[in-house]
């Protein structure tokens, strides 16, 4: 009867709690807000040490492969440091490959851009020169010009030009000063990521019951390995479109070949909509070279883009996490449209962890029923 009582109390705090929160939403939403700014480096840190972790391992455990084999012994904080200099070398190798085939290519349409408006620059003079000055609508439009409405708009708008640079470079002081938080804070939980993983353990199971605390621990076990596979599979599969997408554009003698693939890889590492982002760059060089080159150009995207995403894809990232090709484009789309790029890149592993739970839980089901179907 008292437990029963308890039960009833308990449904009546948290109605009242959840009516309350209804109530106040707005006061609510503030506060969670700030909760969330003050939290954000921490944040941050937490995302970019799971990202950095996935290659880190990698180097660590091929590290402790080669010099295992030596005589000298070596301490985990020396694997530790080693592993995630080396990361830190390729990361930088990496963008340096990228930055010196992507600038020297922009150099060169920049270039041509200008190239291509001064040998048209007197074609153009000539058709201005061709209008009639004496036209009615110049006139009515000279006619309409009032010089001190224009002097106060322009007033007007010097202040508002200054209120906007002093808010956008306060608003750009403080995203790099939490982007600096955020990177330190990455370092020591990537560092220090064992220390990190007992303490969170200890919490868990202080502060639930075993059953709940196990279960939570599989859970995180789950999507670390799932987004750990993820990432593998997703750099594994920018590398073949951006091999796919260079050989497409040597064989069909496309301008930009190795510029569109290196640039290609980088933005693939975004599920589905990446590639694209490399798609619109190459697209707008050959533009600026000839429309009809763009359009081929946009053709053959497209076509590599739609077997990468059709027949690539769903196969290499999806058999990595362990999902179906049906459910990583669902994945994708659904994080995608809740919460953009990010949510793209994490729901996937998100959706692996669940449908490995549901399988786990089916079986546990089925097992009780006595029913072995598989």
Not at 6 to 28: C, D, E, R, T, Y
Not at 29 to 48: A, D, N, S
Not at 307 to 332: C, H, M
């Amino acid at each position: 009867m008292e437990k029963r009582m308890k039960q009833n109390l308990l449904v009546v705090i948290i109605g009242v709690g959840l009516f309350a929160v209804l109530m106040n939403l707005s006061v609510v939403l503030r506060f969670m807000e700030r909760i969330v700014g003050l939290i954000l480096p921490i944040i941050i840190g937490g995302i970019l040490a799971l990202f950095v972790n996935v290659p880190m391992t990698g180097i660590e455990k091929r590290l402790r492969q080669i010099l295992g084999k030596r005589k000298k012994e070596y301490s985990d904080k020396f694997y530790r440091g080693a592993s995630f200099m080396l990361t830190l070398v390729c990361i930088v190798l990496v963008l340096t490959l990228v930055f010196t085939l992507l600038i020297p290519e922009l150099v060169s349409s920049v270039k041509g851009l200008y190239l291509l408006v001064e040998a048209r620059l007197p074609e153009w003079i000539d058709y201005l020169e061709s209008l009639d000055p004496e036209a009615e609508w110049l006139e009515e439009m000279l006619e309409g010009i009032n010089l001190e409405k224009i002097m106060q708009s322009f007033g007007s708008g010097v202040n508002l030009f200054f209120a906007s640079v002093v808010s956008t470079v306060s608003s750009a002081a403080s995203t790099i000063i939490t982007a600096a938080f955020g990177l330190i804070t990455g370092i020591y939980i990537t560092l220090g990521k064992e220390r990190v993983c007992r303490h969170a353990r200890k919490l868990v199971c202080a502060y639930l019951k075993p059953g709940w605390a196990e279960y939570i621990l599989h859970i995180s076990r789950t999507f670390s390995r799932s987004f750990a596979n993820f990432l593998s599979g997703q750099c594994g599969e920018a590398v073949i479109l951006g091999t796919l997408m260079f050989l497409a554009f040597t064989i069909f003698k496309l301008p930009y070949g190795s510029l569109v693939g290196v640039l290609t890889a980088v933005c693939a590492i975004i599920p589905y909509i990446g590639a694209f982002i490399s798609g619109a760059v190459s697209v707008i060089l050959a533009l600026l070279i000839s429309p009809t080159l763009a359009i081929r150009c946009l053709i053959v995207y497209l076509i590599v883009q739609f077997i990468e995403n059709q027949l690539i894809y769903p196969r290499v990232v999806g058999g990595s996490v362990g999902l179906p090709p049906l459910y990583t484009l669902i994945a994708a789309m659904i994080g995608g449209k809740l919460f953009g790029i990010m949510g793209i890149i994490f729901f996937i592993p998100i959706m692996a962890v669940v449908v490995e739970l549901v399988k786990e839980d089916a079986g546990k089901r089925l097992l009780r029923q006595g029913n072995h179907v598989v």
